[in-house]
């Protein structure tokens, strides 16, 4: 079975821009997470989908945001980039919501010049 | 408030020697506990995971963490490392009740290998 697949893997972006990142899931896994991973912060929860609903969100701003399509792919998005927001983002699938394992994918690096 | 703490930021030890890497939780009730593995430049593997039952349990690549409640803790072991375990490892939890999936991690635990 494959596993989590993010795209794009590396992605460079100017400050003031948006960018959307991609996550495909495990087959058959319904939520997905999104973590931001920085070396300050370490690895911080974004948020979780599940079902296309928004289940959980960590405390980020409103520049964060994300959806998830009926097939339980996700994306997220972030607007008005600044330079704190360079990161590897994560993005986790899991069986259901609430208590299963979650498995990761390579992440996206993103860096804001 | 809830926590999650990993005491070593950096580890060394010898290729064939046993390994020890602490984490300590802070909850109200048992959380749902686990350890990740992060090689450079990589994602997240699961390695193992406790919810209940058996206090001690079996991971992959032969790792194994128990479960100790009167210390809070979920310390991770190897009775013999090998070159390629060199990689970052956290420990994360999840609440019991509620909340969805949201992990919380530590700050993780640099291991070196030497040869």
């Known amino acids: 079975k494959a596993g989590v697949t993010q795209t794009p893997r590396y992605l460079i972006k100017t400050r003031g821009q948006q960018v959307t990142l991609s996550c495909s899931p495990i087959s058959g896994h319904r939520s997905v997470s999104w973590y931001q991973q920085t070396p300050g912060q370490g690895l911080q929860f974004l948020f979780e989908y599940f079902s296309e609903t928004q289940r959980n969100k960590g405390n980020f701003p409103g520049r964060f945001s994300g959806r998830q399509f009926s097939n339980s792919r996700s994306e997220m998005n972030v607007s008005t980039l600044e330079l704190g927001d360079s990161a590897l983002y994560l993005c986790?699938?899991?069986?259901?919501?609430?208590?299963?394992?979650?498995?990761f994918g390579p992440g996206t690096r993103l860096t804001v010049t | 408030a809830q926590s999650v703490t990993q005491p070593d930021i950096h580890i060394t030890v010898s290729e064939g020697a046993s390994l020890e890497l602490r984490c300590n939780y802070s909850?109200?009730?048992?959380?749902?506990l686990f350890w990740y593995v992060q090689s450079p430049g990589q994602g997240l593997q699961l390695l193992l995971k406790y919810f209940s039952g058996d206090t001690l349990v079996q991971g992959i690549k032969g790792f194994e963490a128990e479960f100790k409640r009167s210390q809070s803790s979920f310390n991770l072991r190897k009775p013999s490392v090998h070159w390629s375990d060199a990689a970052e490892y956290f420990c994360?939890?999840?609440?019991?009740?509620?909340?969805?999936?949201?992990?919380?991690f530590g700050t993780g635990t640099q291991l070196k290998v030497e040869l």
């Open positions: 994360a939890v999840f609440p019991p009740t509620g909340g969805g999936n949201k992990l919380t």
């Open positions: 909850y109200g009730a048992t959380p749902y």
């Open positions: 986790a699938s899991s069986l259901l919501s609430g208590g299963h394992e979650q498995y």
